[in-house]
């Protein structure tokens, strides 16, 4: 095995691109924006000043989310695995420079949706659309998050 060079990352990513896994195909056949309105229905709180951290967006929250029900993972796992994974880090909508939310940042969403009772909303709206594409049943999704 050579040195690597330059573009070896580059061709790497572009060859299991072409290869359309699984988190890829269903990144792009679920329209996450859609679910910002019921996002912010649970997410939006009142800042009473700039200071502190800026607010993670919903949407790189409720990827995550995913992620946890399909693969089974605890909070602490959901961080390491996004944090490990490539796979996961890019399903989420993040890069390599980018900050990965924390587990307690994920179980914090996780509760704020459950409060503002929207959370079995927005999985069922994630099953239809897994539905009407005629994707694989994602019953253990919602399920999980009843």
């Given at each position: 095995?050579?040195?690597r060079d330059f573009?070896?990352?580059?061709?790497?990513i572009h060859k299991l691109h072409q290869k359309k896994p699984t988190l890829t195909a269903l990144s792009e056949a679920i329209?996450?924006?859609s679910f910002r309105p019921l996002l912010e229905q649970?997410?939006?709180?009142e800042r009473k000043n700039n200071?502190?951290?800026k607010r993670i967006d919903p949407i790189i929250l409720i990827r995550m989310l995913v992620l946890q029900q399909l693969f089974n993972l605890s909070d602490e796992a959901l961080e390491f695995q996004v944090n490990d994974r490539r796979s996961f880090e890019k399903f989420v909508g993040l890069d390599v420079m980018d900050a990965i939310p924390d587990a307690t940042t994920v179980a914090f969403f996780r509760e704020r949706?459950?409060?503002a009772g929207v959370i079995e909303e927005l999985f069922v709206c994630f099953e239809q659309h897994l539905r009407a594409q005629g994707r694989v049943d994602s019953m253990c999704v919602t399920s999980a998050l009843a």
């Open positions: 095995m050579g040195q573009w070896d990352e580059e061709h790497r329209p996450w924006e649970g997410y939006c709180s200071a502190g951290r949706l459950r409060n």
